[in-house]
């Protein structure tokens, strides 16, 4: 299976099959968070559920493992490309019309890392990650989690930085998502356009369900600030 | 009618391939909007040995568009500005009076330039010699009707078979990917029944000449699709996936 490695349309195909269980992921936490708008302690139970579980660290490792792959290959498929393009850059610009997010997948994914990152410290860090640890100190308990976010999205700045990730994250899969289907062969010409549109809609449907739950936040944190 | 235009011209001048090379920039009056984009260039030419000094090396052949000799990366675009035409099909009336018009190769590591405007295209002579051919003895003619095979597949072959070969889809691509040659390829033959045979052997000779020359790796920008001068669809290079993964697995 090392074609998998060597050959540019297998790294194609990893990119594709990373990309494609990291959508679905999306869709299982979009899913996740909407229910804390629907009812907090459901939302609490569902935190319990994937806390300090076996299951749910294994799942959590594994998920790492994912991103890695997926951002080591979009590293060495980058450097790749640089390099067949040759050391004589074009002096006039390259003035093809074609999607901005089609050329920026790089850009926009280091973005969504930056986010990641930001996401990661704000939630994981301090609920499996500081359990697991046992940090007492910034420990947060699935039955406080409710009032953990309303902490975090009370702060403008914090739900400004979510929602410049996430648009970042709807550039990236408007693009990521058919073109997972050309890469794995999907597509032919009559599923090409259709594609290009059901992967509008779906990331529009992911960064809408994703937007929704830091705006519930921070506009409950204003309107009870004695929650807090 | 006959109208002029006076235009200024910014030409790459590279004495060969190991040499560094530069922008020249050169001042043509009158040139008439009638004249094709290469005919300028020999009025330029013409103008310069007159003064005693070195043409422009371009390439070029047929002059009507179906031998993917013209190169030329024109204003941004390979081709230049104007849509599904090659060079030497382009007109100077698509260029406004007094306009500066920068023209440079088509710039990729899998295709050297060998002096001023001329590329070393042998890299896709080799994939096709990897395998975008047929091996079988197809013996005399045949009927027509022998071997059915569906309007659309035989429209959807031929459209591929519309590729020249002339590499706009390298020079357009930012990953300098020869991906859209290489499906036209594959596709107007495993499209067919006659192609089918060796379809699995020619999918995975050509890729891995592909690899080994240094072309980069598609990452469906689709500039290529925007550039080319025959309009071939990026649907062969999903094509060209599905071939090659289904050889791959089959191994």
């Known amino acids: 299976m090392s074609w998998l490695i060597n050959s540019s349309i297998g790294r194609k195909f990893i990119m594709a099959l990373s990309g494609l269980t990291l959508v679905l992921f999306l869709l299982f936490h979009m899913s996740m968070n909407l229910?804390?708008?629907?009812?907090?302690?459901?939302?609490?139970?569902?935190?319990?559920?994937?806390?300090?579980?076996?299951?749910?660290?294994?799942?959590?490792?594994?998920?790492?493992?994912?991103?890695?792959?997926?951002?080591?290959?979009?590293?060495?498929?980058?450097?790749?490309?640089?390099?067949?393009?040759?050391?004589?850059?074009?002096?006039?610009?390259?003035?093809?019309?074609?999607?901005?997010?089609?050329?920026?997948?790089?850009v926009l994914g280091l973005a969504i890392l930056v986010f990641l990152l930001v996401h990661l410290y704000?939630?994981?860090?301090?609920?499996?990650?500081?359990?697991?640890?046992?940090?007492?100190?910034?420990?947060?308990?699935?039955?406080?989690?409710?009032?953990?976010?309303?902490?975090?999205?009370?702060?403008?700045?914090?739900?400004?930085?979510?929602?410049?990730?996430?648009?970042a994250i709807w550039f990236h899969l408007s693009h990521g998502i058919w073109s997972m289907c050309q890469s794995s062969g999907l597509n032919g010409r009559t599923w090409l356009p259709r594609l290009k549109c059901v992967a509008n809609i779906v990331s529009t449907i992911v960064c809408i369900g994703f937007a929704i739950v830091p705006l519930y936040f921070f506009a409950k944190s204003l309107l009870c600030t004695s929650c807090m | 009618m006959d109208k002029t235009i006076n235009i200024t011209l910014k030409v790459w001048r590279q004495r060969?391939?190991?040499?560094?090379g530069a922008f020249e920039t050169y001042k043509l009056d009158g040139i008439s909007t009638e004249s094709s984009f290469l005919e300028m260039l020999d009025i330029l030419n013409e103008t310069l040995i007159n003064k005693g000094q070195e043409p422009v090396v371009f390439d070029h052949d047929c002059r009507e568009g179906i031998c993917g000799m013209c190169s030329l990366y024109i204003n941004g675009h390979p081709h230049g500005p104007d849509e599904d035409i090659t060079t030497c099909q382009l007109h100077m009336r698509k260029f406004k009076d007094g306009e500066t018009i920068t023209?440079?190769?088509?710039?990729?590591?899998?295709?050297?330039?060998?002096?001023?405007?001329?590329?070393?295209?042998?890299?896709?002579?080799?994939?096709?010699?990897a395998g975008g051919y047929t091996s079988i003895n197809a013996g005399g003619a045949q009927d027509a009707n022998a071997i059915p095979i569906p309007k659309e597949d035989a429209d959807e072959a031929m459209d591929s078979a519309s590729c020249i070969g002339c590499g706009a889809c390298v020079a357009a691509c930012k990953n300098g990917s020869a991906m859209l040659f290489l499906s036209a390829k594959v596709s107007q033959l495993a499209l067919l029944p006659q192609g089918r045979v060796e379809a699995a052997k020619r999918a995975k000779s050509m890729v891995a000449k592909m690899d080994e020359l240094g072309f980069g790796n598609c990452t469906n920008t689709g500039a290529c699709e925007v550039e080319c001068p025959k309009n071939v669809s990026i649907s062969n290079i999903a094509r060209l996936n599905r071939e090659f993964l289904k050889a791959k697995f089959r191994d």
């Open chain 1, 35 to 106: 229910v804390s708008i629907i009812s907090i302690d459901a939302y609490e139970q569902i935190c319990e559920f994937l806390g300090t579980n076996w299951y749910a660290v294994a799942g959590t490792v594994a998920l790492a493992g994912l991103f890695l792959i997926h951002i080591c290959y979009a590293i060495v498929l980058t450097l790749r490309n640089r390099k067949a393009r040759g050391n004589d850059q074009y002096a006039s610009s390259n003035l093809s019309d074609v999607p901005w997010s089609s050329k920026n997948m790089f």
């Open chain 2, 16 to 20: 060969g391939p190991k040499e560094k």
């Open chain 1, 122 to 167: 704000d939630f994981w860090f301090k609920m499996m990650f500081a359990e697991l640890f046992h940090m007492h100190d910034i420990v947060v308990l699935p039955e406080q989690v409710g009032n953990h976010m309303l902490v975090v999205f009370a702060n403008p700045i914090k739900v400004a930085l979510y929602l410049i990730g996430i648009v």
């Open chain 2, 103 to 129: 023209i440079e190769p088509w710039r990729s590591a899998g295709f050297p330039v060998i002096r001023d405007l001329m590329v070393d295209r042998t890299a896709f002579d080799q994939i096709i010699q």
